[in-house]
């Protein structure tokens, strides 16, 4: 059974940092592809960041690029967002979750579940 457990979210002034935590459980998740997914009010659920099981390489949405950092650690079987220079149009529940290759905005989970995501809220 995949569990997926979203930390490290709160509430942060524009600006500010956070960093995100994603504990994977239930399935061997280092030779998944995972991503951060973020969705705000009234908005679909979108695909801000993700890295792939073989390299490591991350993929950023325009919006988040050079600013957030995605990274992963198999061994502890965690994802990890870290998120500076925080603006206004961030705030979302963030979810994480295994996603296929190619990645884009639009990319899905590739589970079917979902945690319950971490609230991030910013403040101007």
């Known amino acids: 059974q995949v569990q997926l457990v979203e930390s490290g979210g709160g509430l942060v002034q524009a600006g500010g940092s956070l960093r995100l935590s994603c504990a994977c459980s239930?399935?061997?998740?280092?030779?998944?592809?995972m991503g951060w997914f973020r969705r705000a009010p009234g908005k679909e659920r979108e695909l801000v960041a993700a890295i792939t099981w073989t390299d490591g390489k991350p993929y950023y949405v325009d919006s988040v690029t050079g600013r957030f950092t995605i990274s992963r650690d198999n061994d502890k079987n965690t994802v990890y967002l870290q998120m500076n220079s925080l603006k206004p149009e961030d705030p979302a529940v963030y979810y994480c979750?295994?996603?296929?290759?190619?990645?884009?905005?639009?990319?899905?989970?590739?589970?079917?579940?979902w945690g319950q995501g971490t609230q991030v809220t910013v403040s101007t």
């Open positions: 979750n295994a996603v296929l290759w190619p990645f884009c905005a639009n990319s899905k989970g590739t589970f079917d579940y």
């Open positions: 239930g399935g061997t998740f280092s030779v998944y592809h």
